[in-house]
């Protein structure tokens, strides 16, 4: 099988031939269709974040395909189901943050793409427990990005708290941001949504967005004061005065969820205004396996669009390079397969 390898930081990923990999207990083996290109493959192949992965490894968390092996001791899964595997890739069951709600913050998860080899590949091994079931009608391609992008983005929200009726202002309209905004609507609230390129404004706009905020040229912060100030604000764009942007955009009592995960970030936040505005910063990492089922039962029942373009495998770095200078439109998938 072929997988995209990162070998060592900041240098182009390798196209490998390797031998299809054994799914250990509880594990199954997947035929990979399809493996969204999220940002945060590109801080794993740089090196980014102060937790490192081990090259060689293979990247992608929001790798889907079809179950054609089962491990030893999988009794819940067949072989030709169609699954997601998301960036929580194993997690302990057992721990406080497990036993709440809250697996996306066990100590001893395995994060796929990253602890162990994700997406970008032919075959992939998933841990069956935590491998997500794709319902019927929605395709490989659409399923990908929702994986990350989707799981990511509806969980912010919650956190955020956003209630009907709500300001929620979307900084960053890229893989992530092109579903924020939806879900954002689903939840009632009137969204602005911010970046800074003609084209992901323009689609902002297309997908339910009720103003946009060019930040090349508009004080973001004081835009949303305009409006009352936003009661959320998601932090979706990898640029530190994003953040700072949005934050100062707040009404008296708003939230800044901060998802972004720029290398060696750091946001200056005003304490006065923090104090005085009664205003909250939190973090916000994926969601949980509830939190994506939620996500497929909402496209299933055609209520969020996914945007997005394929490329083959092959074109993993041109594919990289294109990201990063903003020039996708949401999201790119690898198809390694889906039409079969
Ligand atoms: P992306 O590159 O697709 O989107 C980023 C968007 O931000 C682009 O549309 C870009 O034009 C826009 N942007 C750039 N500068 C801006 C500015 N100054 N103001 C407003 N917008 C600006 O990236 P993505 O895949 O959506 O991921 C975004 C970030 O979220 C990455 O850092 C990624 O690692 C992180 N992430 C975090 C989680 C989590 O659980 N917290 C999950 C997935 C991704
Ligand atoms: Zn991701
Ligand atoms: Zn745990």
């Known amino acids: 099988?072929?997988?995209?390898?990162?070998?060592?930081f900041g240098e182009p990923l390798v196209i490998e031939e390797r031998p299809d990999p054994e799914p250990g207990v509880g594990q199954v083996r997947i035929r990979v269709e399809a493996s969204g290109l999220c940002h945060t493959d590109i801080h794993a192949a740089h090196g980014d974040w102060p937790i490192r992965p081990n090259p060689p490894f293979v990247p992608g968390h929001e790798g889907v395909g079809v179950v054609e092996e089962l491990g030893e001791g999988v009794t819940h899964l067949k072989v030709g189901e169609r699954v997601a595997v998301p960036w929580l890739g194993w997690a302990c069951g057992r721990c406080e943050h497990c036993l709440s709600g809250w697996e996306t913050l066990c100590d001893r998860q395995v994060n796929t793409g990253y602890?162990?080899?994700g997406g970008h590949a032919e075959k992939m091994l998933a841990w069956a427990d935590f491998a997500q079931r794709v319902p019927h009608g929605i395709s490989a391609l659409?399923?990908?990005?929702?994986?990350?992008?989707g799981v990511t983005t509806y969980k912010a929200l919650k956190v955020a708290q956003v209630r009907p009726a709500q300001l929620v202002a979307v900084s960053g309209i890229g893989g992530l941001g092109h579903l924020a905004v939806?879900?954002?609507?689903?939840?009632?609230?009137?969204?602005?949504?911010?970046?800074?390129?003609?084209?992901?404004?323009?689609?902002?706009?297309?997908?339910?967005?009720?103003?946009?905020?060019?930040?090349?040229?508009?004080?973001?912060?004081?835009?949303?004061?305009r409006y009352g100030g936003a009661h959320a604000a998601l932090a979706l764009a990898v640029n530190d005065a994003a953040f700072e942007a949005v934050n100062a955009g707040l009404r008296r009592g708003g939230r800044l969820v901060m998802v972004a995960l720029r290398a060696h970030g750091t946001v200056r936040v005003p304490i006065f205004d923090t104090v005085l505005n009664g205003t909250s910063v939190i973090g916000s990492i994926v969601g949980t396996r509830q939190d994506l089922a939620e996500v497929f039962q909402l496209h299933a029942a055609g209520r969020t669009r996914v945007i997005c373009e394929t490329r083959p495998l092959s074109a993993v770095n041109e594919s990289i390079d294109e990201v990063l200078r903003g020039q996708v439109k949401a999201r790119i998938v690898f198809d390694l397969g889906a039409g079969r």
């Open 142 to 149: 659409e399923a990908a990005p929702l994986t990350c992008a």
């Open 115 to 117: 602890g162990c080899d």
């Open 1 to 8: 099988m072929k997988a995209a390898v990162v070998r060592a």
């Open 182 to 225: 939806q879900y954002a609507k689903i939840a009632g609230a009137q969204v602005a949504a911010i970046d800074v390129t003609d084209d992901k404004l323009e689609l902002a706009a297309e997908l339910g967005a009720d103003l946009v905020i060019d930040a090349r040229k508009d004080d973001v912060g004081e835009v949303l004061r």
